[in-house]
C-alpha cells in the first residue's frame, strides 16, 4: 500500500495483514557526487513503486527517507528514530531499499534489513530495454522480500 | 540532455501504474473531466485492447500476457500495462485471468510454489486459486481471480475490462 489516504484506509481496515514496512533510502549530494545520487534516488525510487505494485497487499511504502549524503552519522541516527516508531507500531518487518552502498556496512547499526540493488544507467537505455531492466530488478527484489518473509515464518 | 529527460519522464509513464503521468493536462481541466466522464466510462467498457499474442500460440499452461492502455482515475491519465494469465482450458476455450489477488490486491503467480504445483500462489500470504481461478477455501482469498473478457481479431488476442466471478 502507497502513503496515499485511499490506501491508508485500507491499512487501517486490514492492518493484521501488513506486517512490512518499505523504507526506500534516498541520497542527496551537491558538488561531485549531484549526479550519481540523483540516479540512486531516481532508481530506488522506481523500483519501490514497481515492487509495491507486486507485493501491495503485505507492505506498506513510506514515504521515502531523503538524507545528506555528506552527514552520514545524522543519516543513521535520523533512521534509527524513524526504525523503532516503525517497530513500535504492528510492523514486523522494516526492509530497507536503496542504491547507495554505504548503508550495507551500517546494516549492524539498524535492525531491519538492507537490501541494496545497484543503480543501473537508465538514461542510456531505450524505452523496452528500460523496461525489461526493470521489470528484471523487481524480480530480484521481490524474491528477497519472500525468501525473508518465509524465514521468519 | 533535454531528449533523455522526455524519455525518462516516459519512462515514468509506462511503469508507475496509476500514479503520475499526464497529470499537468489532467489538472487543467478538472471541471471538463468531471462532467465528461460518465460518457467516457460507459464508451471504455466496450474497449478491447490489442496484446501482442497470437491466440494460435496458446497452450494449455498458462502465459504472463502484457498490455498498455490509458488510465483514467480522477484527474490522473496515464499509461499503464496490464498483465493477464492466458491459456486454453480442456474445451479449447481460452481463459483470461487477472493476477490480482482478491484477498489485498498482490500480483499472484502460476505454479510459484513448490508445495502447491499448478495452481495460482499469492506470495503475500499465501493465497491459492484453482486453475480455473476458483480461491480455494482456507486461503485469505474469498473470491476467484477476475476474468478478462476476450476477442480474437485478426489472429490477436484482444482483452477487455477484467470482471469479477461472485464469490465461489
Ligand atoms: S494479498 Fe493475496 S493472499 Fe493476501
Redesign the interface.
Known amino acids: 500500500m502507497r502513503w496515499i489516504p485511499d490506501d491508508i484506509a485500507?491499512f487501517n481496515k486490514?492492518s493484521e495483514?501488513?506486517d512490512t514496512a518499505v523504507v526506500p533510502l534516498l541520497p542527496v549530494a551537491f558538488g561531485e557526487g549531484m549526479k550519481e545520487s540523483a540516479a540512486m534516488t531516481?532508481f530506488a525510487s522506481?523500483l519501490t513503486?514497481?515492487l509495491e505494485?507486486?507485493?501491495?497487499?503485505?507492505i506498506l511504502l513510506i514515504p521515502g527517507h531523503t538524507y545528506l549524503k555528506s552527514k552520514p552519522e545524522e543519516a543513521v541516527s535520523q533512521l534509527e528514530k524513524w526504525e523503532a516508531e516503525l517497530l513500535d507500531r504492528q510492523f514486523k518487518h522494516v526492509f530497507y531499499v536503496t542504491c547507495d552502498y554505504d548503508w550495507k556496512q551500517r546494516e549492524g547499526e539498524l535492525k531491519g534489513t538492507v537490501l541494496w540493488l545497484p543503480s543501473l544507467p537508465?538514461?542510456q537505455m531505450?524505452?523496452a530495454s528500460?523496461?525489461s531492466v526493470?521489470e528484471d530488478q523487481v524480480r530480484q527484489l521481490?524474491n528477497l522480500?519472500?525468501q525473508k518473509?518465509r524465514e521468519e515464518e | 540532455m533535454s531528449k533523455?529527460r522526455v524519455?525518462?519522464r516516459?519512462?515514468?509513464n509506462?511503469?508507475?501504474?496509476g500514479?503520475g503521468g499526464f497529470m499537468a493536462a489532467g489538472m487543467m481541466m478538472p471541471m471538463v473531466r468531471f462532467a465528461v466522464d460518465p460518457v467516457l466510462k460507459a464508451g471504455a467498457e466496450g474497449d478491447f485492447i490489442a496484446t501482442k499474442v497470437k491466440v494460435a500460440d496458446i497452450t494449455n499452461e498458462p502465459q504472463r500476457v502484457d498490455f498498455n492502455f490509458d488510465q483514467k482515475d480522477a484527474w490522473y491519465e496515464s499509461e499503464v500495462t496490464g498483465t493477464a494469465w492466458v491459456y486454453k482450458n480442456e474445451n479449447g476455450e481460452i481463459i483470461a485471468l487477472s493476477p490480482v489477488?482478491k484477498?489485498?490486491?498482490?500480483?499472484v503467480d502460476w505454479n510459484a510454489d513448490k508445495k502447491n504445483p499448478n495452481m495460482f500462489f499469492?506470495?503475500?500470504?499465501y493465497g491459492l486459486y484453482e486453475k480455473d481461478g476458483t480461491n480455494v477455501p482456507g486461503t485469505?482469498p474469498l473470491a476467484p481471480l477476475d476474468v478478462y473478457p476476450h476477442q480474437e481479431k485478426d489472429g490477436i488476442l484482444y482483452l477487455g475490462k477484467a470482471q469479477p466471478r461472485g464469490g465461489a
Open positions: 485500507m486490514s495483514y501488513v531516481d522506481i513503486s514497481q505494485r507486486q507485493l501491495q497487499g503485505r537508465l538514461e531505450n524505452e528500460k523496461v526493470m521481490m522480500f519472500i518473509w | 533523455n524519455s525518462r516516459q519512462f515514468l509506462y511503469t508507475l501504474m500514479v489477488c484477498h489485498l490486491g498482490c500480483t499469492c506470495p503475500c500470504h485469505p
